[in-house]
């Protein structure tokens, strides 16, 4: 029986920061394992910061990237963006990138444009954005929460037009859309953290590039069902995180996809980042 839990999935994904400061995220952060600095248990009810406020400044008079015990949620991550160039360690892409989308969701060409000043390879930088989409990916599939069922959805469609047969068997089945991106996004993550292919956060072999468009056209029709069938939905989500706006851009500026495959009228999006 399939299982609908995103816990496994977003400990495999884990990262030192994550976008969101509400409860459900820093949970999974937990449940991650990580003792990352950035990472934080939820504060208690009434719970004072007493000098622990995210980005507080140490002895030495460093801004500490943290997110300490006790932090109230309005002052989480609350530093601002470090130059990629400045900054160290396998992780700095990915934290680079969550703290271009802390600050917007809808700044689409510096989220998604190749950083200048420094060198990033373009495979690693379309790598760790792929990575980041999974994860709010698994947020997008908590929202739908009882909406999207074996029984409401039978079958992984696209409005009555197109319908998705499921990879992820030995032979391709139909699936409920339900667990059709359960298993894309599963597939996905197993993907992206095979060493044998991603042996390393800081670099992409060549020949694993070959892997994305792929993972990205299978990916992107959880967009197209959550917008024909989940409409209120995919407004709803689309409002606060952009999320399609975001995954169709980055596909079109890396040629990920062709534009005949983009379901999703652009309106329906771009709608949304102008209000």
Known sequence: ???????????????????????????????????????????????????????????????????LPGTPAAQMWNWPVRPLVASEGPLRVAEYIQDLLRQSTSDLERIYELPEGCCVDPLLWQYEHLRQFLIELNLLMVALGEECTPDTCPKMTASNEWQYLCAAHRKTQDCAAIDYMSHTIDGSTALLTNAKHFGSRGSVPPDSGKYFQSMARRLYRIFAHVYYHHRSIFDEREAETHLCARFSHFVMRYQLMSPSMLLVPQDAYETNRST
Do not use: E, K
């Not at 495999?12 to 976008?19: A, F, G, M, N, Y």
């Not at 406020?53 to 801004?63: H, M, R, T």
């Open 1 to 67: 029986q399939t299982s609908h839990c995103r816990g496994p999935v977003l400990w495999r994904l884990s990262v030192p920061d994550w976008i969101t400061c509400d409860c459900v995220c820093r949970s999974s952060a937990m449940l991650a394992g990580t003792a990352s600095a950035s990472s934080s248990s939820c504060p208690p009810d009434g719970a004072q910061a007493a000098g622990a406020s995210a980005g507080a400044s140490s002895g030495s008079g460093v801004a500490r990237r943290r997110n």
